[in-house]
């Protein structure tokens, strides 16, 4: 079965976005062996996307695989590690689609495919579907199930299923309130515009998804460690532009108490998003030597998106990151030139 040769993205109000559903259901009905993969370093929306999509499938009568190698970092993450395959199974080695009829790759919640684990990277020879909702980065696969106004990827697989007349199970709907509540920090993102954020949510919550519940698995049950390295990471917080920037870092030399922890970041942005009078965050992470990732958070109207894009990075308007080949000083030094004309 062959497919558009162009990638297709859409706006989920309009023909298009009908079509590309459509489009993305033949994909589905042609094949009947997936391999489902996600972004490294998951977060709630891309294990709650996998898997989710993977238990569709399977209910389908397909074979789906969920392959995923981690690192399961984020606490509220940590106990899905499980739940994956880290390793390719079953595949003709030559891993030629004509060698594999039937055969297709499903990738969520990635705008690009630098950010897929890379033994994963030879099943791109296979038919592919992307699901996502990232504004930026590097467009393939064979069809695309794409909107960047989506609050999560998890409501894009919502969608889908509801288009392929799928009731979600009771997991399932757990795992795409999850999703959703991940990349909306439980809501607190939503915008005037979010009014399907809402109302999926209802619907989640009719079906018994428990709003309690999940807040207490992505917020509640931190170790002392956690608490005690969230509060390194504050105590290093340096105010720049009159408060407008937040900038704080993590080193090689914080790995014995980073070790005895979960990730933090997540918290640790929040906190700074709620001072008075900032507008951006900048947490820099010494990754190896001369190595470090860069993570970005704004308020409202600044585009880090776009500054994590110059930089070789990508994600969204008020979420991103990007990785330099740099010491973390000379980072630093990048950073505070690169946000001095934006403030």
């Known amino acids: 079965m062959r497919y558009s040769a ?11 976005g009908k079509n590309i559903l459509q489009e993305a259901v033949r994909f589905i009905t042609d094949h009947a062996v ?13 294990i709650g996307s996998q898997l989710v999509m993977a238990s569709i499938l399977t209910r389908m009568g397909k074979k789906a695989v969920p392959l995923q190698n981690g690192p399961f970092d984020r606490p509220e993450c940590e106990n899905y590690a499980g739940e994956f395959v880290a390793e390719i199974p079953g595949l003709n080695n030559s891993i030629e689609a004509k060698d594999n009829n039937g055969y297709a790759v499903i990738v969520v919640d990635c705008s690009t495919p630098d950010r897929v684990e890379k033994s994963y990277h030879k099943l791109f020879s296979l038919p592919v579907l992307v699901i996502d909702h990232h504004a930026s980065g590097d467009p393939f696969g064979s069809v695309r199930l794409a909107d960047p106004v989506a609050a999560s990827t998890t409501i894009l697989v919502y969608r889908l299923a509801r288009e392929m007349g799928i009731t979600l199970a009771s997991k399932e709907a757990e795992l795409v309130f999850f999703g959703l509540a991940t990349d909306t920090g439980y809501f607190r993102h939503c915008e005037e515009n979010s009014s399907e954020v809402f109302e999926t949510a209802a619907d989640l919550v009719r079906q018994g998804v428990s709003p309690r519940n999940i807040y207490q698995a992505m917020y509640g049950n931190r170790e002392f460690g ?10 290093r917080a340096e105010s720049h532009f009159d408060g407008k920037l937040i900038y704080t870092y993590q080193t090689l030399a914080d790995a014995p108490l980073a070790a005895g922890s979960t990730r933090s970041s997540d918290e640790m942005y929040g906190l700074f998003q709620s001072i008075r009078g900032v507008q951006a965050i900048a947490f820099v992470r010494e990754e190896s030597p001369g190595v470090c990732s860069v993570g970005l958070r704004s308020k409202e109207t600044m585009d880090v998106g776009a500054l994590a894009r110059a930089n070789g990075g990508g994600g969204h308007k008020l979420a991103a990151g990007f990785n330099a080949n740099a010491e973390m000083e000379e980072v630093r030094r990048l950073l505070l030139e ?5 403030f």
Request: charged letters at 20%.
């Open 226 to 235: 956690n608490r005690r390295f969230l509060g390194l990471l504050l105590s």
């Open 338 to 342: 690169t946000f001095a004309p934006l």
């Open 6 to 16: 162009l990638t297709h993205d859409y706006s989920h109000d309009n023909q298009d």
């Open 34 to 46: 997936f391999y489902i993969l996600g972004h490294m370093e998951p977060d709630g929306d891309c």
